[in-house]
């Protein structure tokens, strides 16, 4: 089973910035939807970044919209999730995902999962 790997978490201040990275292992960031996910405690997992395998599109949960990033590096085979101004609310296990070609409509088709990295940002 594919395994992918988170790093980049930690400890912040509100308005501070992370930089989460994501190897995927042996899968292909070209070929698959490839998508950050958080669980807070208590709360249901969301999306909230997700790139297109074909193309590169992008797409944010409206409550990170402005404020994260999600990009590829093609030749480390790499995605970054880059957070700024970030807040409490963001407080969260944060993990990458990949679903095979292209994105689907509906954010329930990734497949392979990493193990999650933890964000905490304190006010």
């Known amino acids: 089973q594919v395994q992918l790997l988170e790093s980049g978490g930690g400890s912040v201040q509100t308005g501070g910035s992370l930089r989460l990275s994501c190897a995927p292992g042996?899968?292909?960031?070209?070929?698959?939807?490839m998508a950050w996910f958080r669980q807070a405690p208590g709360k249901e997992r969301e999306g909230v970044a997700r790139?297109?395998?074909?193309?590169?599109?992008?797409e944010y949960a409206d409550s990170v919209k402005g404020r994260f990033t999600i990009s590829r590096d093609i030749a480390k085979n790499t995605v970054y999730l880059q957070m700024n101004s970030l807040k409490p609310e963001d407080t969260a296990t944060y993990y990458c995902?990949?679903?095979?070609?292209?994105?689907?409509?509906?954010?329930?088709?990734?497949?392979?999962w990493g193990q999650g990295t933890q964000v905490t940002v304190s006010s």
């Open positions: 790139l297109n395998s074909s193309n590169g599109d992008t």
């Open positions: 995902a990949a679903s095979p070609g292209r994105c689907r409509p509906t954010w329930d088709s990734f497949i392979a």
């Open positions: 042996t899968l292909t960031v070209t070929r698959n939807c």
